[in-house]
């Protein structure tokens, strides 16, 4: 199952700390969850913020021999880009119905005799 004697310049991270199912005192891992963690040790596959192949002399020479799994996988989610001129348009009508709904109100404001919102 696992290739013994099977050497590789680079050291591969697994960070599968989101991979669990909840139990009462303690978590466990189900099949599908070692499936994967297995899958991605045999084929050395790179998956974002899941696993990393870093290069032993990285580990070495630039981060002064630091195994900790957070300098090489990161777990941060990526930022929503967003569009800023899709924003700006939609505000720009939800910012005119509320005007024609106030003016309506108004209205119905001044039939009964009473002063008209600002």
Do not use: W
């Amino acid at each position: 199952m696992l290739k013994k004697c099977k050497r590789t310049d680079d050291v591969l991270f697994i960070n599968a700390e989101k991979h669990f199912k909840k139990g009462k005192r303690q978590n466990f891992l189900s099949d599908t969850h070692i499936d994967k963690i297995i899958d991605t040790y045999q084929h050395r596959r790179i998956e974002d913020r899941f696993s990393a192949r870093i290069e032993m002399s990285k580990i070495a020479d630039e981060e002064d021999y630091n195994l900790n799994i957070s300098r090489y996988v990161s777990t941060a989610e990526p930022e929503v880009q967003i569009d800023l001129a899709e924003t700006h348009r939609k505000l720009v009508a939800i910012e005119a119905e509320i005007e024609k709904a106030k003016s309506e109100h108004n209205s119905y404001l001044k039939e009964l005799g009473l002063p008209p919102l600002p």
